[in-house]
């Protein structure tokens, strides 16, 4: 079974400036999550998607960051503007479906964002 | 709202002997636990979960949690350390009812195994 897969694996970009990150699920996974991993913590949830609709998003900056997941399956994360803040690993995670909402997520590579 | 603590930044043990990395949480309600491992460059990968029944929980590489009720612990352990245990450790509670399930992490424990 393919695991979730995360794109770019890494990203340098300057303050202001914009990117996108990009997420495909295991396949059938009907729960989606970005999580953000700032050095030395713990990942903290930003949004968590069932199918294409969203479940939480209470910890989202929504200010600059957005995601979407058209159709259901991939899913994209973008901040606009970064900020030196925004420097974080961004986690990429999705649950099975139809099963006991006490299963285990399945986590992607990460990407890695360095915001100058 | 719940949450989990790792008191511990760094564990330092020697192959082959036990170790145990803690985590301690505060829940409202039952408490449903994970372990998550993770190594450099790489996501997290699940080791165990804690949702009822057995308070000693095994998992994946031989690593165990033992669950304490009454000090609100969740610590995992391991009989006989290796070298390539060497990662760093998180303890997470999930959060939420119903579709809601989100994990709130701990800090994270790099577990250090030495030769």
Known sequence: EAGVAQSPRYKIIEKRQSVAFWCNPISGHATLYWYQ?????????????????????????????????????DSTLKIQPAKLEDSAVYLCASRPTGTSVYNEQFFGPGTRLTVL | AQSVAQPEDQVNVAEG????????????????????????????????????????????YGFEAEFNKSQTSFH????????????????????????????????????????
């Open chain 2, 17 to 60: 002997n036990p170790l145990t990395v803690k985590c301690t949480y505060s829940v409202s309600g039952n408490p449903y636990l994970f372990w998550y491992v993770q190594y450099p460059n790489r996501g997290l990968q699940f080791l165990l979960k804690y949702i009822t029944g057995d308070n000693l929980v095994k998992g994946s």
């Open chain 1, 37 to 73: 991993q700032i050095l030395g913590q713990g990942p903290k949830l930003l949004i968590q998607f069932q199918n294409n609709g969203v479940v939480d998003d209470s910890q989202l900056p929504k200010d600059r960051f957005s995601a979407e997941r058209l159709k259901g399956v």
């Open chain 2, 76 to 115: 995992l352990k391991k009989p006989s350390a290796l070298v390539s245990d060497s990662a760093l450790y998180f303890c997470a509670v999930r959060e939420g009812g119903g579709a809601t399930n989100k994990l709130i992490f701990g800090t994270g424990t790099l577990l250090a195994v030495q030769p």
